[in-house]
């Protein structure tokens, strides 16, 4: 199923964006996990829109409600359903979409899926969809934390051609993301992202960015070979985001121009186990964790909603203007960075509990 | 279970480098689909190591046997068996590897996670695990293309710094790709990178590459939204190819540098339906496919055997000298091609029979 | 996972007997389905307890919303959120649960797999959770109803050793069944099972039942070979509702009794095209629909929960004696016959779906 | 997928009964297993015809080789293939079958769902596609025996209207079951079995028969609440196997006759730790292993190829008389036997893998 994501550690999201809610239902969450309601809410308030002039004025509470799977603040071992209503539904903006599909956007592909398109917004397309991602991504992590100390952060690396300095091996926590609205550690690149961001908003235009996550604490032997390598499930976790054109492991594309002889990672003995001297690896062998940080790098388009008019098609073939009045965000990765995590923390949960599977575990 | 890739075009591959043979199983390929084992030969030709100086100097038949689901030259709609012998197997090549870890290669993780390696090369961790995906893609090709039509073409773009200029507008075919060993089709290119190859292959080293991949014909509607994009699943097959550090669709990482003004595909008629003037999509919006050619490109490391001194650590932290005498090719990328042509075929087979169901097409 | 059913209609049910709320999620209901709340809340409130003195006093309205998936009547043919939230929690009822498992009851062996019990009442293993799939069973029936015309009908034909007369080939509609509270179209064994019902309610005691299930204008082609067996999905469904002990397709067990040449469905021309002179296949050949009627049987054990003095042992293992306080029913079987249906019409739209998938359906 | 099966432990199988082969590839079987091929063999030899004057004289040596997955005489976690060659092909057997569909066979029903009918015998459907299923629960059932001390063992308890006597509460073992063709471990009703089925196949008929089975040993805690008990998942698999008509886990369909004061199983310390007095649950409350021997009884037909003539239609419509010339067995129930130990094994096998799953079990 297409609304459905890991094997052992399992969610299903459900909400467009201007039904009623929006949330999630997680299958697989092992019981006696102590969980709050506050442990979810504090990663969606970190998700939600309108808290900087940096991203879309749609302001809504995102209140999430817990109505299974827990009991007297532990887990049940049963499926947690988390809900979250929409608040802030205003259809009117988006009855032009019904006749004109917006360019980049998934109006038309969806109208041609389907047959039928949400009288209102993106529907699933809508990053309002993330919502349950966060919900479901906030329980994962603090999974990985209690059971096996593992931290997961990400920022923003880059904005359109604006760079940050690699950060991967300096111990980032998120209160260093979190300190600027770009949410890219480095204080310079930070100023000169918001700068961007903010002129091109002024221009009603959008730019891209890329975000870099790393992992930490993973376990040797977490990952499946062959089909479900941790790579390839970082990278399908990521691609699903709206608006993820790329994703690379360690090295990744600028790691193609290097020779085996200097891209190897070598082994040597670090805090008393086989380590890597470097870790272009990005942490993982053969698909499976080595016990190095997890480093992966995503991309993300430009918004495809602009403010700005664009010369396009409508469904009957007739050229004309198109200028987005909808809620949309100037860059979409410092609202992503949260998305990333809870991908990251999703397939993380997921190999860690098949891999106690694979390893024939069965007692208590 | 990480043996298997889809969920409607369903693929389970079996065999170590050094087993008695390896194979895979189709399950879900439609009836009356007209096969013959030359169909898959032709593929499992082109991927075969040893038919130039680029690669491996391992040779194999690698004829392959339809064991179940064709009967008189068509298939039944019942599973595929596939079986290829291992004909060619040097275990000896592999002790060392048994107390030292060949750097930047699955040893270590396969054997931290099973706690035994396979007694004498890479088991499943090997390239020649490729041999099933080639095998089964070759047949998912065959139905995609008498049934709808579609084309799948790959080609090296980049080996180590050398990079082919952009030829996903031209029109490129298979015979093109394979007119040089290096498998590009701009012969200047292919000149620099067979001669970067050799003069890698002469150090005993390795250099990584790239690969573009183009999908044309796809019907607009194939993906499913939110976890299975169409991109999501293509990100998984291809980071499921040993060896592949990053995969992109459309305007990619770069594409992250433009502005939304400049990176939007505007909607037109073109050829009676509406299309993109450009494709910085890559095919697909929302995870859907809109009818556009499908553009992909896929990063690929160094090889990480490589045949000079590399100073490392044994299993017990002694430090050492490893120089590999196995087989292995200085660059992936060449033997890579018909591997990604697989896996896209493979996604984009299962992903139209999944959008069959979606469509609830129940009727003969 | 195990709360989810279904590969193609695939539902995840979510919710305790005393959390907040009960519901389910449906994902792969096909677009452009009409429905309404009203669809739903009809076979919610033929499972409801309490309308009758045969069953729980339990009083619940069960009033269900439907929080995403359909906009202006219509399903989107994205994930349907339906929620129904509980309101007659008496947790006080349950704490003595929390010391001594309750008899054939599930509190002994959820508390030895999760180390933990819910609080109160029987969590997961309640009925209650069967209000998830009633409602999502009812989405599937209507899109079975609307796509192809088929009809499914379930009753009460057994309870203790009163079995009603082999009412399979008479057109019973659910009129039928609700015309009396034993839920048995046959007035006068009704009347005998709710005499038995009535006298075994005043002992303090339950008695078990059969129900009897015709699904009919199903498809020939229908279910897929081998391990997906349209008898094999109808029996793991049948066999996951609680308190279910055995499921048996047409003949059944004593079908066993009999020989091959008394047995064979024997082909004839019917209405123009090619059925069977007998249904002992209960319209299942090989696992797959064959047009005629779809006949199976299902078992439901006498109610573990009992007001009569059990004598048991608690946790410790000292013996105790055990009365239940609880609500239950004195037999399963009447407000069963909506859960047999909705697990009939789930495993029906699911194998239509997977059908169209095979059959290599993919334009629309 | 229909040729596939389980989840943790998963098999897929493939192979018609006239195609080259027929096999299994099972992907979860845990790393560093002892396995030989003679412990598959063993198996597969129980499961093969023409040992006895009671069944077809279809003679086939049903060799098994081991692909891949096995080194040096223990698993490597890979996936296990399992090849066996068909050798007794007679195809001119069934030309008639494909102009007139056998009367309760699943020539028919293919041939509606496919289009199309292998060319000769019955293809998937025919019985040779358990010989997948043996091979493959023979590994299950070494690992189980290994691990976990388990026992299954199944035996005929009914061939027609003769029933054996109650041997649940008996410890039965294997070679008791085998000292009579009938696998029957009563020798009187072994004996009068025997002549039944001899008499009915001078008749050239065929007659039904029930198959025990009792699981010895399974700890407290499989199997997946809510969709995947324990007891559906067995029932899920008893019905795909060819002829399988029904599945009562327990009391069954006699239970249903009971009071619950008389049914329930009270609790009581046996050995240490809580039991039940009785077994009336089968081993499974609420889903999940309490502990107790797991027991079922399985219905199977009278085979649907019978050598006497039966009135009946050809495709066209025409009415034909058909009697069989092919090869079957006048009861499948004794053939059967291993087939059922063999589902058995793979349910528990795969519940075992996926509780440890459920119980968040992570680390080496």
Known sequence: MSNSFGHSFCITTFGESHSDAVGAVIDGCPARLPL???????????????????????????????????????????????????????????????????????????????????????????????????AAGAIAEKWLALTHDISIVAWVSAVGPIEAPDLTERNIIRADVDSTPARCPCPETAAQMIQLIQDTQREKDSVGGCITCVCRQVPVGWGEPVFDKLTALLAHGMLSIPACHGFEIGSGFPGTRLKGSEHNDAFVVKQGRLGTVTNRSGGVQGGISNGEPIVFRVAFKPTATIGRDQTTSDYEGHPTTLAAAGRHDPCVAPRAVPVVEAMAALVLADLALTHGRSQGKTDD
């Open 36 to 134: 709050d309601v506050a442990d979810i809410q504090a990663c969606l308030d970190r998700r939600r829109p309108g808290h900087t002039t940096l991203s879309t004025p749609r302001r809504e509470e995102d209140r999430v409600s817990i109505l299974s799977g827990v009991d007297q603040g532990v887990t049940l071992g049963s499926p947690i359903a988390l809900l979250v209503r929409n608040t802030n539904v205003k259809p009117a903006d988006y009855i032009r979409f019904q006749s004109v599909p917006r360019p980049s956007h998934a109006d038309f592909t969806y109208r041609s899926k389907y047959g039928i398109l949400a009288a209102s917004g993106g529907g699933r397309a809508s990053a309002r969809e993330t919502v349950g991602r966060v």
